[in-house]
């Protein structure tokens, strides 16, 4: 069995579904995943904190770009608010002060932080110990992002202009014949195109190697989540998302419980990333030496990989080695952020041959993006 579209994605990840959602307006597109259902592995495994003051300065400009279509989704994209009001406080202990003032220096001027004294911090959040907190900042712009509804909207919006999800299809072999890409899946089936976009995540790497591409230096990090019970006198429903700046450990309210992670960056294949013991054992020391929580039971337990290559950047565009090769990849721990500009990127790099003028505005390049750069 063969299908043939214009565009073939292979990974059905947020950047996946916002790629392949933007192309669908272009031409035929189609988008496969390995996977039973799209998200399985970092998508769905997400902090889902909308954070502008987040990442390397390229990470911000399509961040900030990505705000307008999460506030005013197209119609019919989700039936409730994608982005709702958090705020996210970062403390630091004594002996890391300047910490803070690292973290004001590096805002952008149009989502500023706050300093605020260490008895303000433990006020919006109680469950700070107060000998934890020696100065603390306060990031007004930060908000919760149903991850969720963003995933499943740009979905339906694929399948909206015309677009095919196909699951279960993992990639075996792929080539370039007669100016068009051939995928060939674990089933059997061939998928055609002349452009392929590779957004399989930590598989990245595997799939341009895969075709002789040299590979972008991906390195897939995993990192360890649990869910524990809420206090609401502790942790009141209007707390921030609690980051240590020393450490970047944080908690944060999820669905009426608490998430904390130690925020870690532990190398890794590619994998279906399992948490393990001695990892949240130390989610759970930084809790109890930090916060007045006495942590029982650990309700559930994650781990997710977040895909970096060297300068923390994503990787978008198509590969000088490999005609119709598209990388989309590299998105790190900032996937859902950045999804919707990724996407307008992507459509825009592939049939316009530059960035959307909003984004150069913003002073970002495409050789900022370029697979090249990584190779130097």
Known sequence: MSVRSDFLVIGAGVSGAAAAAELALAGSTTLIEMEERPGYHSSGRSAALYTPNYGPAAVRSIIAASAEF??????????????????AMSFVPAGHESKID???????????????????????????RRDAVARASLDPHVMDMDATAIHQGFLRLLKHRGGTVVTDHRVVALERSKGS?????????????????????????????MVGLRPIGLQPMRRTAII??????????????VDDGATEAYVKLD????????????????CDAQPEDLDMALIV????????????????????LRSFVADHCPVVGIDRDGEGFFWLAGQG????MLAAA?????????????????????????????PERCRA
């Open 70 to 87: 999460y506030r005013n989704p197209p119609a019919g994209f989700a039936d409730h608010p994608l982005l709702t009001p958090r705020q």
């Open 102 to 128: 690292e973290f004001m220096a590096a805002a952008t001027p149009e989502t500023p932080l706050v300093e605020i004294s260490p008895d303000q911090a433990c006020k919006l959040a109680p469950l700070l």
């Open 181 to 209: 890409w051939r995928a060939r899946t674990s089933t059997g089936t061939v998928f055609e195109a002349p452009t392929v976009i590779n957004a399989a995540g930590a598989w990245a790497d595997e799939i341009g190697q």
């Open 228 to 241: 524990i019970a809420s206090d609401p006198v502790l942790a009141p429903s209007s707390m921030p998302a």
């Open 255 to 270: 669905a009426g419980r608490l998430m904390a992670s130690l925020g870690d960056a532990t190398p890794s294949p590619p």
């Open 285 to 304: 020391d930084w809790l109890e030496r930090n916060t007045h929580l006495t942590v029982r039971r650990i309700e559930h337990s994650w781990a997710g």
């Open 333 to 336: 721990g900032y996937g859902i």
């Open 342 to 370: 990724l996407g307008r990127i992507t459509r825009n790099l592939l049939v316009e041959g530059d960035l959307p003028a909003d984004l150069l505005a913003r002073g970002l390049s495409r050789g900022a993006l370029a």
